[in-house]
């Protein structure tokens, strides 16, 4: 029996649709359908019922689920097991902001290249809260984002903490020397989307400071946000760690806001039922980095360790 049909039979299950399991597995829909029908031959039974709107599992369906899953854990946690590193093949896609982008991504893909040569890292760099929906709706099978995953089925470990600083242009109206909240609130501002950890953090700070800040807009690229702020559109809060370039040349000066704006705190994620322990193997590799990371002011590594 072959075991890429067993896969596709779990992602045609999972996604609930031919087309998309075909997107998620890189092959043709064509190819997808073949391959249910010759597991469906062999086994003897209908695995999907199928019209022109939806994919619905049979009885034998979902009994057959927890069984493939059990399949493909096994083999991949045997060729993980014994096989030489550099032998092991395979791929984990991977979710991620702009943060993690601009400061430890290319740490982390380095490490998996160095230890794993055969693992195709798949990166989609998103908004955490784009990569939160894409874990959940199993499109990728690791998420390292701010902000923790509240679904029962997501196992949320806390990864690390950016420690972040207000900067404006050396030409933005505000004076050096000791700043509140009461000196930015009518000030343009910029922050991440609406949905994001960073803009709650903002409107909740202002809050409890009794102020309302006047001009706040809201930017979903790290770099467009830095770019417009060296041009003067506004003071943000962003993390030390993708400053450092941009304070070195002087197109930013930190302002000392007190108090302080709130960490950029970020977990990894993945679901707790994953058949492929490539995703613990490239998480922990994601550890690694972190706690060799960790520098005071800059970043603060929260969870040591591996998740094995």
């Not at 190819?31 to 031959?41: D, F, G, N, P």
């Not at 404006?168 to 505000?174: C, E, P, T, V």
Request: a negative charge; glycine letters at 6%.
């Amino acid at each position: 029996m072959n075991l890429r049909f067993i896969e596709t039979f779990l992602w045609v299950a999972r996604l609930g649709s031919f087309s998309a399991a075909a997107e998620r597995l890189g092959a043709t829909q064509a190819s997808v359908s073949h391959r249910i029908a010759t597991l469906e031959q062999e086994l003897g039974v209908a695995l999907f019922d199928r019209d022109s709107r939806s994919v619905v599992l049979t009885p034998a369906g979902q009994q057959a689920i927890p069984r493939a899953e059990e399949i493909l854990r096994a083999v991949a946690e045997f060729q993980l097991a014994i096989a030489e590193p550099g032998q092991i093949q395979g791929s984990v896609s991977f979710g991620t902001n702009d943060v993690i982008a601009h400061s430890l991504l290319s740490r982390i893909m380095a490490r998996v290249r160095q230890r794993y040569p055969g693992i195709t890292i798949d990166l989609q760099i998103e908004t955490s809260s784009a990569n939160t929906r894409a874990l959940i709706d199993r499109r990728i099978d690791i998420a390292l984002g701010m902000g923790a995953t509240d679904d029962d089925r997501i196992v949320n470990r806390e990864y690390g903490a950016f420690v972040p600083v207000w900067v404006a242009s050396q030409g933005f109206s505000l004076p050096d020397g000791k700043l509140g909240l009461a000196d930015l609130a009518n000030r343009p501002l910029l922050t991440f989307s609406r949905d994001s950890v960073p803009y709650r953090g903002l409107v909740r700070q202002f809050s409890d400071a009794g102020l309302n800040a006047l001009s706040v807009s809201n930017v979903n690229a790290l770099i467009t946000m830095i770019d417009l702020a060296v041009e003067g559109f506004g003071a943000t809060a962003l993390p030390r760690a993708v400053l450092n370039k941009h304070l070195n040349a002087g197109l930013l000066r930190i302002l000392d806001v007190d108090p302080a704006f709130p960490l950029f705190t970020h977990y990894l994620s993945y679901l707790e039922v994953n058949e492929n322990p490539l995703v613990k193997a490239v998480a922990d590799i994601a550890f690694e980095v972190a706690s060799e990371a960790d520098e005071p002011g800059i970043f603060s590594a929260l969870r040591k360790g591996p998740l094995l």
